[in-house]
């Protein structure tokens, strides 16, 4: 398994922008594919958006589509989440996930970071 640390979290206003990190540690990084989710006060987790091993393809939730870039380098075990045109509905906790397989079911990530916190001002 991989070790999953997530950085970059912060209070942002509504319309700007932000960018959050997860380094891994542990088993080599780029035999994982590695997805973003969140989670909001009283729902449940949900899928963000992914990227495969190498990084050509990617998977984007509706909600977040046009607005969020994920991105990886495998030389710096670390795959990043560009947050553009931000709105309050994207205040979460927003966890990092590695897995052997991709795609939007949490249940296919082995790996899991502890989280950091985004919060969307009006």
């Known amino acids: 398994q991989v070790q999953l640390v997530e950085s970059g979290g912060g209070l942002v206003q509504a319309g700007g922008s932000h960018r959050l990190s997860c380094t891994a540690s542990?088993?080599?990084?780029?035999?994982?594919?590695m997805g973003w989710f969140r989670q909001a006060p009283g729902k449940e987790r949900d899928f963000v958006v992914a990227?495969?091993?190498?990084?050509?393809?990617?998977y984007y939730a509706t909600s977040v589509k046009g607005r969020f870039t994920i991105s990886r380098d495998n030389a710096k075990s670390t795959v990043y989440l560009q947050m553009n045109s931000l709105k309050p509905e994207d205040t979460a906790i927003y966890y990092c996930a590695a897995g052997l397989i991709v795609g939007p079911n949490p249940k296919v990530y082995e790996c899991w970071g502890q989280g950091t916190q985004v919060t969307v001002s009006s």
């Open positions: 542990g088993r080599t990084f780029s035999n994982y594919a």
């Open positions: 990227i495969t091993q190498s990084g050509g393809d990617t």
